[in-house]
């Protein structure tokens, strides 16, 4: 066994990913052969159903007539597509017939196409089926998915029925379609059919990177449909395939063994328990190859015929990997009946691959030795029919695909490279913009915080020399022998009011909170009207600015002289000085002094410290 390091390249590959709604139906071939069951066709076409039943609406109008919109009848395929297939049929052929009565050609198209996918078992049917489909989409022009996913379809079809270089045109079209009208979903699809290609003509590097770019395109997605979830279940037990075929067992085991692990819920597992029978084989785990080939999983008991399900392709796989098993430990009659199996598989089935022609060369000698020529010979014409075949079909296809498909991607990559380098300078470009806006936001708000910061220090400086020379802090002298005339206030009521104010000064009734100009006159005996007036003739201002200068001139003459008053927040010195928010006292400060009182307090302190 081989017991060498994992490559870390692939452990990274796919992250755990939550798949829901999975068929029940389908199954994969884990040999080198590719995409070659009726099953995994009829899988490949179920998956892209499921894709284009959400815009099917946008392929034509819908018809109330027949009882059956084309929305009810696409619903009703969905819906039974993979549980009950021949209801689908049904409604598949109601689809088609209902797109005849009302004239619609893209209809018409689509219902051929639904309906193909029901004979998979009757390949020639199903050929007809997919070709008028394509007669009618020529003839119409291209419509979304189409006709990229009826040429992906028949390649698919193609390939299990051998016929490689029609396949591989197919395929070939299918991806071409995809790429022009920019269906990211079914170029995917057609990399993830050429992938199976390349696998088969052993271009394992090639067909290792197309299936990368499935997974990781998969994984991108935000929100995984049914479609996407079986594409990348099919992708990574791909790939883990490859890894195996590379001869990398350590990292095919290690990353199968994960899948089986996230994979453990779910019926179709058995794609994973395939790959560990064929990992352990061409790892010379032979005996852990048999254990696993008799296990009684629900996988390998669908596998082995004892549940409803077709599974000679899986046989040609299992029974592939049962002789080597046999062999491995030693040749006996297990060993032998197992190659008299795979060839009536072959002569059913007529399935060209490269495990026949090692199966075929085994039961020559085997026929050599025991003097049989009648078998030797009839042995000797299959193994060089698939010898021919792999000649004719595989090489041409490898050509084809470097050709066609390679060389068209490179130089759509080239020009992707060449845009997104545009697109990288456009970006350098416009950041060095944005680079440049923000310096220069940032230098003019550094000189504009510089000289905010100078004309604030001049105006504490000017407050400063404001409050020594005692034009800031000293309150109004009221009591004066001249009053200026005013209507209706006689010379003793403003004598009266002077020396009341004065007294209401010096008593600090101002730093009550909730003095206002009734209030105070009011306390003082007399009514609103008069004070007012006397504060606004007399005073010169308003009772509020009055009221707020003996306030403001109380914190100023405080703070200059009381060192634990400096440390007092805004709100309670907004509070000490009768203001009942900060927000209140902070705007009175700063319309009378041009700073705010917090700045003054920190200049202050910053003064003391000095």
């Not at 089926?129 to 291209?142: I, P």
């Not at 390679?406 to 020009?415: G, M, Q, S, T, Y």
């Not at 300078?425 to 910061?453: D, G």
Request: charged share 25%; with cysteine.
């Amino acid at each position: 066994m081989n017991m060498g390091s994992p490559n870390l390249k692939y452990l990274n590959i796919w992250a755990q990913t939550a798949i829901l709604g999975f068929s029940k139906k389908y199954i994969y071939d884990t040999s080198s052969g590719g995409i070659i069951m009726q099953q995994r066709f009829k899988l490949v076409l179920g998956i892209l159903i499921l894709i284009l039943h959400s815009s099917d609406n946008l392929l034509g109008q819908e018809s109330n007539e027949n009882n059956f919109t084309f929305a009810q009848l696409n619903d009703s395929i969905k819906k039974h597509y993979f549980d009950t297939p021949s209801i689908a049929k049904q409604y598949s052929r109601l689809f088609l017939t209902k797109a005849k009565d009302d004239s619609l050609p893209i209809k018409i198209a689509r219902g051929y196409h639904l309906l193909s996918g029901f004979y998979y078992r009757e390949p020639e049917v199903s050929l007809q089926l997919l070709d008028s489909s394509l007669l009618t989409y020529n003839e119409l022009g291209r419509h979304y998915y189409y006709p990229a996913v009826v040429y992906m379809n028949k390649g698919s079809l193609l390939e299990k029925e051998g016929r490689l270089i029609e396949a591989t045109n197919n395929h070939l079209l299918s991806a071409e379609y995809a790429a022009a009208s920019n269906t990211s979903n079914l170029l995917h699809y057609a990399k993830f059919n050429l992938a199976g290609l390349k696998r088969r003509v052993k271009k394992y590097v090639e067909a290792e990177r197309l299936l990368e770019e499935t997974i990781a395109f998969e994984k991108s997605k935000s929100q995984m449909t049914r479609s996407d979830s079986l594409s990348l279940l099919l992708s990574i037990s791909d790939f883990i395939d490859i890894i195996r075929l590379k001869n990398d067992y350590s990292t095919a085991r290690q990353l199968n063994n994960q899948a089986l692990a996230d994979f453990a819920n779910f019926n179709e597992k058995y794609l994973f328990e395939l790959n560990a029978v064929n990992i352990a084989v061409d790892d010379n785990s032979y005996e852990e190859a048999l254990e696993l080939l008799e296990g009684d999983s629900l996988s390998l008991d669908l596998l082995n015929g004892t549940k409803e399900f077709d599974n000679e392709f899986y046989k040609v796989s299992l029974i592939n990997s049962k002789i080597k098993g046999l062999y491995g430990i030693s040749k006996n009659s297990d060993y032998v009946s197992e190659l008299y199996v795979a060839d009536s598989l072959y002569r059913e089935l007529r399935y060209v691959d490269y495990r026949f022609k090692d199966i075929y060369k085994q039961l020559i000698q085997i026929a050599r030795d025991s003097a049989l020529k009648k078998q030797e010979l009839a042995y000797i014409e299959k193994y060089l029919e698939i010898d021919s075949v792999i000649e004719r079909n595989f090489h041409p296809i490898d050509e084809k695909i470097n050709e066609e498909f390679d060389r068209k991607f490179l130089i759509a990559e080239k020009d992707n490279i060449i845009t997104q380098l545009n697109e990288q300078t456009k970006t350098q470009k416009a950041k060095i913009i944005i680079a440049i806006i923000c310096v220069a936001v940032l230098l003019v708000l550094t000189v504009y915080f510089a000289t905010r910061r100078q004309r604030l220090k001049k105006r504490f400086k000017t407050l400063q020399e404001d409050i020594e020379s005692g034009k800031i802090g000293r309150k109004p002298n009221l009591l004066t022998s001249t009053y200026k005339a005013e209507k209706g206030l006689s010379d003793t009521i403003k004598s009266e009011l002077s020396l009341k104010l004065q007294e209401f000064e010096e008593s600090e009734g101002f730093l009550d909170r909730k003095m206002t100009l009734n209030s105070l006159a009011k306390e003082l005996g007399t009514n609103s009207k008069y004070l007012s007036k006397f504060v606004n003739s007399e005073l010169n201002t308003s009772f509020n600015n009055y009221l707020n200068s003996l306030r403001i001139n109380y914190f100023i003459e405080r703070s200059q002289n009381d060192d634990i008053f400096q440390k007092f927040t805004i709100t309670a010195v907004a509070k000490e000085c009768g203001y009942n928010s900060a927000e209140v006292f902070s705007k009175a400060f700063s319309k009378i002094t041009n700073i705010s009182p917090a700045y003054y307090l920190n200049q202050l302190d910053k003064q003391n410290d000095s």
